[in-house]
């Protein structure tokens, strides 16, 4: 079973490679039909979208912000919680909503303003030759590809999913469910790295647009307000259906990836990793649609272990009995030495993949 | 924090850090190349 995830991995992964191409390609059609020449002019927005710019600027600053706490108290006052939004949960949620907001600017800052510039002096703005179409193709893969990598990884490969165990802990699902992550998970990954060095040489203008519109998706994907269930209910919507679950993360296929179960033809912790785009999980068949949307959401395993527990493991441990954060608990079984005849009695927290 | 649980951050970033490697290699250098094709 072992040898078959490990090859398919390996098989995706090849893949990805190629698909890391496409953009390039399409930037070397696009100048070869329209017989462009490469300037070195900085990129320039469509004049269609200039009107825009100031908006999706306000958004990514302050605005995305405010549109997650309105409607947070939207899901709260329509009692999508359910009332599990008690104790533990609600101190990781709020810490998980805000820490990454006061701590990754400054050290997002620092790469790009102090790492970058010692690491790649001569490099900055130099693909700001780039159209502005084709830088947005470009950062649309390279940051969710990238992050859908990292999001599967961490269910895949044992020793990381505890890294990403607090996002699926949650009994319930709600805007907070975005931000609710360990903060090693949050502040290594990849692709906000990814997307500032490709920002530093030059395609800044397109980063911000996708990192806007991919805010929104992944937001509406966590969201208790599932918005996409019109698109099930009237036929006259259907085909709209077909096309945007699988291209894009909704309510469904990513309600179905924090089910509390998986195999029971809804839910699908197994798969279903897209963040802003789904058209991965369809490339690499880790994705179930079924337009049903599961009856409990978490895991199994869940102790409601502490707030700095879930947000800071392996730093602090859980003192919760039988809790997968608590000290001494590995993420694959013990092997026994040889010389030792008793089974370990360590435990161990399986990866939910 | 045991050594287990150095190891493990450790071991977290390398892997984070590949990720974060190989898209841009193939991005950024890709274009670079395309770039003097293009000249």
Same mark, same amino acid.
Do not use: C
């Given at each position: 079973?072992?040898? !078959?995830?490990? $090859? ?31 300037? &070195? ?7 269609? +979208? ?16 405010? @549109? ?9 006052? =329509? ?9 533990? &949960?609600?101190?990781?949620?709020? !810490? ?6 006061? !701590? ?14 010692? +690491? ?21 893969? =390279? ?71 991919? %805010?929104? *998706? ?9 918005? #996409? ?10 085909? *709209?259906?077909?096309? +945007? ?14 089910? #509390? ?15 802003? @785009? ?26 409601? &272990? ?11 441990? $859980? ?11 590995? %993420? ?22 | ?39």
């Amino acid at each position: 079973m072992a040898t !078959i995830q490990n $090859s398919k991995l390996t098989r995706d992964l090849g893949i990805s490679l190629l698909l890391y191409t496409l953009p390039v390609l399409a930037i070397y059609l696009y100048f070869k039909l329209s017989n462009g020449v490469v300037s &070195e002019s900085h990129i320039t927005l469509p004049a269609f +979208l200039e009107f825009a710019k100031p908006a999706f600027i306000n958004i990514r600053t302050w605005g995305l912000t405010v @549109f997650m706490l309105v409607l947070g108290i939207i899901e709260f006052s =329509a009692g999508l919680y359910d009332d599990q939004w008690t104790g533990e &949960e609600r101190k990781i949620d709020i !810490i998980s909503f805000l820490a990454p907001k006061l !701590i990754l600017p400054p050290v997002i800052a620092f790469f790009s303003l102090t790492v970058l510039p010692v +690491l790649i002096p001569n490099l900055e703005n130099s693909l700001s030759w780039v159209p502005f179409w084709g830088g947005f193709f470009l950062i649309a893969i =390279a940051d969710d590809l990238t992050q859908y990598w990292y999001h599967r990884l961490h269910h895949q490969v044992p020793f990381l999913w505890r890294f990403h165990r607090t996002h699926h802990s949650a009994p319930y699902m709600g805007m907070a469910m975005l931000s609710r992550q360990n903060f090693i998970y949050t502040i290594f990954f990849s692709q906000i790295y990814l997307t500032a060095t490709l920002t530093y040489l030059g395609l800044g203008l397109p980063a911000l647009f996708v990192l806007v519109l991919k %805010s929104f *998706i992944t937001l509406g994907a966590h969201s208790s307000i599932a918005w #996409d269930k019109p698109l099930y209910k009237y036929k006259v919507l259907h085909p *709209i259906a077909w096309v +945007l679950e699988r291209l894009i993360s909704t309510p469904a296929t990513h309600h179905a990836h924090h089910a #509390d179960t998986s195999g029971d033809g809804v839910g699908h912790f197994k798969g279903n990793f897209g963040n802003m @785009f789904f058209i991965w999980d369809v490339i690499f068949g880790t994705g179930l649609i079924t337009r049903k949307f599961p009856k409990s959401y978490g895991i199994k395993s869940y102790k409601q &272990e502490e707030w700095y527990a879930q947000f800071l493991w392996p730093i602090f441990k $859980s003192k919760k009995e039988g809790s997968a954060l608590a000290d001494g608990v590995f %993420s694959v079984p013990l092997k026994p030495k040889a010389e030792n005849a008793t089974p370990s009695p360590a435990l161990y927290e399986q990866a939910q993949s | 924090m045991k050594r287990v649980d150095f190891e493990i951050i450790g071991k977290k970033i390398v892997v984070g850090t590949i990720l974060f490697l190989i898209p841009l290699a193939i991005l950024a250098g890709g274009l670079a190349l395309l770039k003097q094709f293009l000249k």
